[in-house]
C-alpha cells in the first residue's frame, strides 16, 4: 500500500510539495443538483423571488468561492484559475448545477469545480429559502477532469 501523499514521514498532516511538477493545463468539471417545490423553481424562473435575482446571484458566489477553495478546504494549494463558470439547468422539481474551473498549474482544479457547485447550490438554498426550507441538496460530484499526470477522468 502507498503512503498517503498528504502525511509526512511521523504522519503528521503537510501540504504536497507540487514544486517539482510540470505545469500543465488541468480542467475540473463539477455538478450537482437542488430539488424545491414548483411554487419555489417558479419563483425562480419568473424572477420573482423574494430575494431577487436568484441565479446570477448563486453563479457570482460560486464563481467566488473556486477562488478561496484554499482558504476552505485544509491542504489545498492555492492555484491561480484561469476560468471558471457556473451554469445552470432546468430541471422539472428543480435545478442543477454545472461547474467549470481551468489553470496552468503543477496542481488540478477539482476541489476549486467542487467547491463552486457546491457554494451555487448552497446560495440557490439561501436564495428561495423563504420559498422553500425543504429543498434538498445533492448529487455533488466530480463529473470530469484532465490534465496532470493521471490525464483525462470522465464520471460513469
Same mark, same amino acid.
Given at each position: 500500500?502507498?503512503?498517503?501523499?498528504?502525511?509526512?514521514? =511521523? &504522519?503528521? $498532516?503537510?501540504?504536497? %510539495? /507540487?514544486?517539482?511538477? +510540470?505545469?500543465? @493545463?488541468?480542467?475540473?468539471? !463539477?455538478?450537482?443538483?437542488?430539488?424545491?417545490?414548483?411554487?419555489?423553481?417558479?419563483?425562480?424562473? =419568473? &424572477?420573482? $423571488?423574494?430575494?431577487? %435575482? /436568484?441565479?446570477?446571484? +448563486?453563479?457570482? @458566489?460560486?464563481?467566488?468561492? !473556486?477562488?478561496?477553495?484554499?482558504?476552505?478546504?485544509?491542504?489545498?494549494?492555492?492555484?491561480?484559475? =484561469?476560468?471558471?463558470?457556473?451554469?445552470?439547468?432546468?430541471?422539472?422539481?428543480?435545478?442543477?448545477?454545472?461547474?467549470?474551473? !481551468?489553470?496552468?498549474?503543477?496542481?488540478?482544479?477539482?476541489?476549486?469545480?467542487?467547491?463552486?457547485?457546491?457554494?451555487?447550490?448552497?446560495?440557490?438554498?439561501?436564495?428561495?429559502?423563504?420559498?422553500?426550507?425543504?429543498?434538498?441538496?445533492?448529487?455533488?460530484?466530480?463529473?470530469?477532469?484532465?490534465?496532470?499526470?493521471?490525464?483525462?477522468?470522465?464520471?460513469?
Amino acid at each position: 500500500m502507498t503512503r498517503p501523499t498528504h502525511l509526512d514521514d =511521523t &504522519g503528521a $498532516a503537510h501540504m504536497v %510539495d /507540487v514544486g517539482n511538477k +510540470a505545469a500543465t @493545463a488541468r480542467r475540473a468539471v !463539477a455538478g450537482g443538483r437542488i430539488s424545491m417545490s414548483a411554487q419555489a423553481l417558479e419563483a425562480i424562473r =419568473t &424572477g420573482n $423571488a423574494p430575494k431577487g %435575482d /436568484v441565479l446570477s446571484t +448563486a453563479r457570482i @458566489a460560486g464563481i467566488m468561492a !473556486a477562488k478561496r477553495t484554499a482558504d476552505l478546504i485544509p491542504l489545498c494549494h492555492p492555484i491561480a484559475l =484561469t476560468k471558471v463558470s457556473v451554469e445552470f439547468e432546468w430541471e422539472s422539481d428543480g435545478i442543477s448545477v454545472r461547474a467549470t474551473a !481551468a489553470t496552468m498549474g503543477p496542481t488540478g482544479v477539482e476541489m476549486e469545480a467542487l467547491t463552486a457547485a457546491s457554494v451555487a447550490l448552497l446560495t440557490l438554498y439561501d436564495m428561495a429559502k423563504a420559498l422553500d426550507r425543504a429543498m434538498i441538496l445533492g448529487d455533488i460530484r466530480l463529473l470530469e477532469k484532465s490534465g496532470g499526470r493521471s490525464g483525462e477522468w470522465r464520471a460513469g
